[in-house]
């Protein structure tokens, strides 16, 4: 596992053990302190909030469920009545495709057509490359900088808008406007 091999035996061992330890109490998953108080205004304003990660649509909703806040699925988009999803809010790289490739980023805005077009959509990451091929398929996106993640080169800083907290989204989407 310190390899992170994708070996399905592996994956379901380590699934396993996720589960128990988060239904035990043992486990919770960590947030930074901006990213409950964030989606619960986003929330609460009327945005509907998907999830895109490298782990599995299962691995995701049971960290989001097992959070240091409480269980954050509510925050999360669970479709609209009569249209067709695949996972609602949660994407991963099977019912998505690869995060580093614009076609992912467009096949989940046409598959959520009912929560605007792609270029009304914003992805975060702390993964520049990411929120290139976000940009390239229409979307607004930043690159979060956060305390133990890689550092961004100046190079990978060019033309990208940076933010180091959830709390800065509203205004750098006002400030960037298209060219996010």
Same mark, same amino acid.
Do not use: H
């Given at each position: 596992?310190?390899?992170?091999?994708?070996?399905? *035996?592996?994956? @379901?061992?380590?699934?396993?053990?996720?589960?128990?330890?988060?239904?035990?109490? !043992? /486990? #919770?998953?960590? /947030?930074?302190? $901006?990213? *409950?108080?964030?989606?619960? #205004?986003?929330?609460?304003?009327?945005?509907?909030?998907?999830?895109? @990660?490298?782990?599995?649509? +299962?691995?995701?909703?049971?960290?989001?469920?097992?959070?240091?806040?409480? $269980?954050?699925? %509510?925050?999360?988009?669970?479709?609209?009545? %009569?249209? !067709?999803?695949?996972?609602?809010? *949660?994407? $991963?790289?099977?019912?998505?495709? /690869? #995060?580093?490739?614009?076609?992912? *980023?467009?096949?989940?805005?046409?598959?959520?057509? +009912?929560?605007?077009?792609?270029?009304?959509?914003?992805?975060?990451?702390?993964?520049?490359?990411?929120?290139?091929?976000? #940009?390239?398929?229409? &979307?607004?996106?930043?690159?979060?900088?956060?305390?133990?993640?890689?550092?961004?080169?100046?190079?990978?800083?060019? =033309?990208?808008? /940076?933010?180091?907290?959830? =709390? !800065?989204?509203? +205004? &750098?989407?006002?400030?960037? =406007?298209?060219? +996010?």
């Amino acid at each position: 596992m310190a390899q992170d091999l994708k070996i399905s *035996y592996l994956k @379901s061992l380590q699934g396993y053990l996720w589960l128990r330890g988060y239904e035990s109490g !043992e /486990l #919770k998953c960590p /947030l930074f302190p $901006d990213v *409950y108080p964030a989606m619960k #205004k986003w929330k609460e304003n009327g945005a509907n909030i998907c999830i895109y @990660s490298s782990g599995s649509v +299962a691995a995701q909703k049971l960290l989001w469920r097992y959070t240091t806040e409480g $269980d954050l699925r %509510g925050c999360i988009w669970n479709g609209v009545d %009569g249209v !067709e999803k695949i996972e609602g809010g *949660y994407w $991963d790289t099977v019912n998505a495709g /690869l #995060k580093q490739e614009s076609t992912s *980023y467009e096949r989940i805005a046409k598959a959520n057509r +009912a929560l605007g077009e792609v270029g009304e959509w914003l992805f975060l990451s702390d993964n520049v490359k990411e929120v290139r091929a976000a #940009k390239e398929s229409g &979307m607004k996106s930043f690159v979060v900088v956060r305390e133990g993640n890689a550092d961004i080169s100046a190079e990978e800083r060019e =033309g990208q808008v /940076l933010i180091e907290s959830f =709390g !800065e989204v509203e +205004a &750098m989407v006002e400030v960037a =406007g298209e060219s +996010a």
